[in-house]
């Protein structure tokens, strides 16, 4: 039973560029969500994703923006990178429907730098 | 102010030392999860709890939703115990607040 995967596992991007991260969530499940997590912080929440649709939406600006396909696999895409995007991209699949019975299932994550 | 607070940032112990950590938060949750981060960032969830008590082997988490605070114990702790232990909550909008987490190293 695959769980979630994350690629890349590594990237350097130049500043201005744009990025393209890719997750399949763990057999089963059908929500994706994307966390950013600088350096010594905690993840924070940039967006959830369930039936093709961004359902929530942390305080992240609209250069990050996301897709989910049919297969429940989702992407993240940032544009025009700063410096401070870089950081390690995680991502978190459940399922949907459980309420708040559902746990968290991560990714190993993306470490992106922007030089 | 974040929404997640843990306390301390940052512990070292002595194997065999017990261990607690600790998180308030201020946000209506509908659950709290405790993670477990190792270097590399590979991010393991050790429990999910909405109320009272939960025990898997050596670990134990507590929370009172009163109070809004919960607590993760390590009995017995051992140098493989090191990680980061990271506080999540999930709030009734469905949205996740993390803190910023626990530091922990185990001493042989």
């Known amino acids: 039973d695959a769980g979630v995967t994350q690629s890349p596992t590594h990237l350097i991007k130049t500043r201005g560029q744009q990025v393209t991260l890719r997750c399949s969530p763990k057999?089963?499940?059908?929500?994706v969500s994307w966390y950013q997590q600088a350096l010594g912080q905690g993840p924070q929440f940039i967006f959830q994703y369930y039936e093709e649709e961004e359902r929530q939406r942390g305080n992240f600006p609209d250069r990050f923006s996301g897709h989910q396909f049919p297969n429940y696999s989702s992407e993240l895409n940032v544009n025009a990178l700063l410096l401070g995007d870089s950081a390690l991209y995680l991502c978190?699949?459940?399922?949907?429907?459980?309420?708040?019975?559902?746990?968290?299932?991560f990714g190993n994550g993306t470490r992106l730098t922007v030089t | 102010k974040n929404e997640v607070e843990q306390s301390p940032q940052n512990l070292t112990a002595q194997e065999g030392e017990f261990i607690t950590i600790n998180c308030s938060y201020s946000?209506?949750?509908?659950?709290l999860h405790w993670l477990q981060q190792h270097p590399g960032g590979g991010i393991v969830s050790l429990f999910m709890?909405?109320?009272g008590k939960k025990k898997h082997g050596r670990l134990i988490a507590t929370i009172n939703i009163q109070e809004k605070h919960s607590s993760l114990h390590i009995t017995a702790s051992h140098p493989r115990d090191s990680a980061v232990y990271i506080c999540a909550v999930r709030g009734t909008g469905n949205q996740f607040y993390f803190g910023t987490g626990t530091s922990l190293t185990v001493i042989p």
């Open positions: 946000v209506g949750i509908s659950a």
């Open positions: 057999s089963g499940h059908d929500t």
């Open positions: 709890l909405s109320s």
């Open positions: 978190a699949s459940s399922l949907a429907g459980t309420g708040y019975n559902s746990p968290l299932h």
